[in-house]
């Protein structure tokens, strides 16, 4: 407990600190300069795709949830941005889908653990196979390491999803967790609930047009991800085209991926200020962009805090 609470420090620490040097080395008036050039119809716009993109979400895990309610599903995903604005790192944010999804009626735990674990791979995948596609499309020079960064974790996650498809990596995965099982006690209940999620993860990959449908959402889900950021551009009037976001808005997820900040504060804008200054922005319009990203992450954070409280509300009541 005491260790949970000095990592959730030390990360708040982390996020001030880097808002203080963006704050102290940024000029807002410049930011403020950018962001009037937005147009009420960009920003209702990037609202409709930020919404679409949570559809698009919800869909694509209830295909590999088929009882789950498209509501349950939904509630689950909203309130996992609430979450994720509060604890840092996106795992979090994965492990609050699976909480909320869990209050309900439908699937298992098992099932529903297995189901977020498979979704977010297909969706790493699905970032990846658009981020390749940006680089190979994009007019700017850019260092071979970065095609080859992509290609290497789109590899290791195509792997990672197809791993337990092997018979012998599946029963000794198995064998592991029931001898964890036995030598931890206490833990039993632990291990043995591990050990259904991977049975359940063996069944997903065994079902190819399954997965194959949901990478195909993925990347659809990811192209809505690449197009907000794109007309956010243009709004800006910035110089870059939609195949440069594709591979920017990989590296950005990627990089969000770290569970160093509350909310990916700070991470964003360092990454977007180093990106974008290869095309010539000002760090004051990246600062622009980044906020305006963040703000509709706090969109969709506030409508899973409404659901949340209020689905704690009504378990209270029901008490």
Known sequence: MFRSISIAALKIVVTIILLYLFIRRTDFSGVVAALSHLSSRVIVALALLNLLGIFLSVFKWRMLLPEASFKGLAIA??????????????????AAKA??????????THRIAASVVVDKIISIIGLLVVGCVGLALSDTRLPPSLTWLFVASGLLAITLLFSLRAPWLYSKTGQYLNALGTWLPRQEKIFSGGGRVIDAWH?????????????????????VG?????????GLGLPIG?????????????????PLTIGGVGIREGTLIGILA???????TAV???LVAFSFVLMLAVIGAVLALTIKARGRATV
């Open 99 to 108: 909480y909320y999804l869990s209050l309900g009626q439908s699937p298992r």
């Open 278 to 284: 290869i095309f010539g922005c000002e760090k004051e």
């Open 242 to 258: 939609f195949f440069d976001w594709s591979w920017i808005v990989g590296a950005l997820t990627l990089a969000l991926f770290l």
């Open 203 to 223: 069944t997903y990959s065994k079902n190819l047009p399954l997965l194959a449908g949901n990478v195909f959402l993925a990347i659809t889900y990811q192209t």
């Open 226 to 234: 690449v197009l907000m950021f794109y007309l956010l551009s243009r």
């Open 288 to 290: 622009a962009v980044s």
């Open 77 to 94: 995903c909203f309130a996992s941005y609430y979450i994720g604005l509060l604890l840092p790192g996106q795992f979090a944010q994965e």
